[in-house]
């Protein structure tokens, strides 16, 4: 066991609560309860041991370390891969009243200075630093002079070579168990399947650490995946009719596919703002600081961003472009609904993203061991958009979680059954015609051939005269798509990325020209449907960002007078508006109404410090 001593803290903090923990939960941070297994790690880290923890986002991670950095001697030091997220939790940790600091290369050295400073005199309750400064030697000399109460590894995944989001920097981090035996340590991730979680466990030293795996779900998030047809009309469709007046984040594969759709949704009036790579570092922070700090805007960008993005009020996360592998899809959409409240995520894929995404993996520097891993992880999400039964069950199970529900009644197959058919003579036809045409031509080429038309290519190629030509006519062009689509995603068509992603017979095609086995295709929709539920949703009046149950009766007034308090109070002190109050403490004051400052104390968020800092303008405005 590692040494460890409790802090004090004064009586106007901890109140007469006997329990110290559960004191800092409420007076700090304003919750009454833990969730999941919060409380249990945050005993294992009182007690100096080690821990990886495996919470999904939103799910609480944070207050795993914190609370435990607060309440052990020292400072917990917390290493974060980007700028942005670590601003981002230092300010959220001030609103609080916990002294908390960052050091990273956005600061001037006498800013850098002053931080240093305050940590030595114990000023400092949680340090964020990035794993490159703190395997300064320099800095480490620092670290090695001062108490400190835990090291917190975010983003554990990172030092995954196997996993979506590699920083080699992590793979330094190991050295704190060597050169500080008696810190304990705690990693937490949201994002990683067996063979991540054992690399986490081996690089960075944790054989001895404790696993304590949440399950992955996020009850409050709806999947819904549909194959490609005008995708941007699809993203249209989907927002206007579920999230109008509401934040989301749009995917795109291509710097060129995010100015486009960025571009196109702005015409068609929404708030949308890019972000790539491309851009120059001014414009992204504009638009990201827009995104945080405005109601209402969109996002779309690729890959680039997201990371550190703690807003708990985006609504929505659509991919326009297929993820390069669930694990990266998982982590992208549990940036929609942080705060709990029911959000969506939306995915359009094709044939051509399959094929992208397959020749940037043949195509990569990587080792042919890695590149493998890859096609098995492409292979995992392709599976996942054709699959008929129920889409959180299959997440679930691909990250080693049991879904006891054989249905989750909050996905699209769930909510709305997908229609499968007999497809083995289909599919029969579909394969002898990439046989007869000599496996190599993409689907387009093959449907005209199935479909008996005679243009240029086919009379050029002679395949008019082939046994397939024209014995597909009793399907639409729409159907022979998603035919070819589904026996690749099935593994029964490989992409020949060498020529010009003509089609191949795969070793599995055997069995389905021999009629050996059964062949069922989903029906693909007629037309791009929204993400209807059975259940009651909240729908957003459009500008407000609020349920609509409050637009046509007297708390809509008040809704709006709160929501206009939190923007003055964040613009004054130039932070997002959610880092004052998230939505849902101000759904509760609209719904409780408390007259007193006492009474603000029972409110969901709402702990000590902000209860003395912003009491009584929420006073002001309850009882106007």
């Known amino acids: 066991m590692k040494s460890f001593c409790f802090r004090s803290f004064p009586i106007s903090i901890l109140g007469n609560q006997p329990d110290p923990v559960q004191a800092i939960l409420h007076n700090f941070f304003g919750y009454d309860h833990f969730r999941g297994f919060q409380r249990e790690v945050i005993d294992h880290i009182l007690a100096g041991n080690d821990a990886l923890v495996l919470m999904p986002t939103g799910g609480g991670k944070s207050l795993c370390y914190q609370i435990p950095s607060l309440l052990r001697g020292g400072v917990g030091i917390v290493v974060s891969p980007l700028i942005a997220l670590m601003q981002d939790q230092v300010n959220a940790l001030k609103q609080n009243g916990i002294r908390a600091a960052f050091i990273n290369s956005s600061q001037e050295s006498h800013e850098v200075g002053a931080v240093i400073q305050a940590v030595r005199q114990g000023a400092i309750d949680l340090l964020y630093v990035a794993p490159e400064r703190l395997l300064m030697d320099h800095f480490l000399d620092l670290l090695s002079t001062l108490p400190i109460a835990l090291f917190a590894i975010d983003e554990a995944h990172c030092v995954s070579q196997w996993g979506h989001d590699f920083r080699p920097h992590y793979l330094g981090l190991s050295l704190l168990s060597e050169r500080f035996p008696q810190v304990p340590r705690i990693a937490v991730t949201a994002t990683a399947d067996e063979p991540t979680r054992q690399e986490i466990i081996q690089r960075l030293q944790l054989q001895e650490a404790q696993l304590f795996v949440a399950g992955f779900d996020r009850p409050n998030i709806r999947y819904h995946v549909v194959p490609k047809n005008s995708p941007k009309q699809q993203l249209l469709k989907f927002i206007n009719a579920e999230h109008a007046g509401e934040s989301g984040i749009v995917y795109c594969l291509s710097r060129k596919r995010v100015e486009e759709t960025a571009e196109w949704l702005t015409e068609q009036g929404w708030n949308a703002l890019p972000y790539h790579a491309g851009l120059d570092k001014k414009t992204r922070q504009h638009h990201q600081d827009r995104f945080l700090r405005e109601e209402g805007v969109v996002i779309v960008a690729t890959i680039a961003f997201g990371m550190g993005i703690d807003k708990p009020d985006v609504r929505f996360v659509a991919h326009l472009d297929l993820p390069k592998n669930l694990e990266s899809y998982y982590q992208e959409t549990g940036r929609a609904g942080r705060d709990g409240l029911s959000s969506n995520a939306f995915l359009t894929f094709g044939m051509e993203d399959i094929a992208m995404l397959s020749?940037?993996?043949?195509?990569?520097?990587?080792?042919?061991?890695?590149?493998?891993?890859?096609?098995?992880?492409?292979?995992?999400?392709?599976?996942?958009?054709?699959?008929?039964?129920?889409?959180?069950?299959?997440?679930?199970?691909?990250?080693?979680?049991?879904?006891?529900?054989?249905?989750?009644?909050?996905?699209?197959?769930?909510?709305?059954?997908?229609?499968?058919?007999?497809?083995?003579?289909?599919?029969?036809?579909?394969?002898?015609?990439?046989?007869?045409?000599?496996?190599?031509?993409?689907?387009?080429?093959?449907?005209?051939?199935?479909?008996?038309?005679?243009?240029?290519?086919?009379?050029?190629?002679?395949?008019?005269?082939?046994?397939?030509?024209?014995?597909?006519?009793?399907?639409?062009?729409?159907?022979?798509?998603?035919?070819?689509?589904?026996?690749?995603?099935?593994?029964?068509?490989?992409?020949?990325?060498?020529?010009?992603?003509?089609?191949?017979?795969?070793?599995?095609?055997?069995?389905?020209?021999?009629g050996e086995i059964p062949v069922r295709f989903r029906k693909d929709p007629v037309k791009p449907v929204g993400c209807t539920t059975r259940r009651t949703r909240k729908k957003v009046a459009k500008g407000t960002g609020k349920p609509a149950r409050f637009k046509q009766d007297k708390n809509q007034a008040l809704w709006d007078a709160l929501r206009s308090m939190r923007t003055q109070l964040a613009n004054e002190q130039g932070i997002p508006a959610y880092m004052i109050f998230p939505d849902r403490t101000l759904e509760d004051l609209v719904e409780t109404r408390p007259r007193t400052l006492q009474a603000l104390g029972d409110i969901y968020g709402i702990g000590v410090n902000k209860q003395k800092k912003y009491g009584q303008a929420i006073l002001k405005v309850l009882t106007a």
């Open 359 to 514: 020749s940037f993996i043949d195509q990569s520097a990587a080792e042919e061991a890695v590149k493998k891993v890859e096609r098995r992880k492409l292979n995992a999400i392709i599976e996942f958009c054709e699959l008929a039964s129920c889409r959180r069950q299959s997440l679930m199970h691909y990250f080693g979680d049991q879904y006891a529900q054989h249905t989750c009644g909050n996905c699209d197959n769930c909510l709305s059954p997908v229609e499968t058919w007999d497809g083995l003579e289909v599919a029969q036809k579909a394969l002898s015609c990439v046989y007869r045409t000599g496996q190599r031509f993409g689907a387009v080429y093959l449907t005209d051939v199935l479909l008996g038309v005679v243009n240029d290519r086919i009379i050029q190629f002679g395949h008019k005269e082939v046994s397939t030509f024209g014995i597909g006519k009793e399907l639409t062009r729409t159907v022979w798509r998603s035919v070819f689509r589904q026996l690749v995603g099935a593994g029964y068509l490989s992409v020949d990325l060498v020529g010009h992603n003509g089609l191949r017979l795969t070793e599995k095609s055997r069995a389905i020209l021999r």
